[in-house]
């Protein structure tokens, strides 16, 4: 089992940063496949980003490019999600997800509680 807790959410205005965290533990970090999804109301959960164990190769979806950096620190069995230039279509819940062999996660085997990012504009 892997447990995964997310923080970092909260309301920021339209153009500003949040850096996301999630913080894993129950296995060893470092040979899952990480990742970050999102559900804005009304809509399915949708992929944001992954990095994979090893060397740290990143995804990421096309909404999110060149905005969002994701980036893993094994000693500290953390993820991160770093957001800049947000926009009110970037309000949703962003959920921590990681599996061992999916470097896509599709879909992923574990997820965290979600934590709730709002745009206003």
């Known amino acids: 089992q892997v447990q995964l807790v997310e923080s970092g959410g909260g309301l920021v205005q339209a153009g500003g940063s949040l850096r996301l965290s999630c913080a894993a533990s129950?296995?060893?970090?470092?040979?899952?496949?990480m990742g970050w999804f999102r559900q804005a109301p009304g809509k399915e959960r949708a992929f944001v980003a992954s990095?994979?164990?090893?060397?740290?190769?990143?995804y990421y979806s096309d909404s999110v490019k060149g905005r969002f950096t994701i980036s893993r620190d094994n000693a500290k069995n953390t993820v991160y999600l770093q957001m800049n230039s947000l926009k009110p279509e970037d309000t949703a819940v962003y959920y921590c997800?990681?599996?061992?062999?999916?470097?896509?996660?599709?879909?992923?085997?574990?997820w965290g509680q979600g934590t709730q990012v709002t745009v206003s504009s």
């Open positions: 129950g296995r060893t970090f470092s040979n899952y496949h």
């Open positions: 990095i994979s164990w090893g060397i740290g190769i990143t």
């Open positions: 997800a990681a599996d061992k062999v999916r470097l896509r996660l599709d879909p992923p085997e574990y």
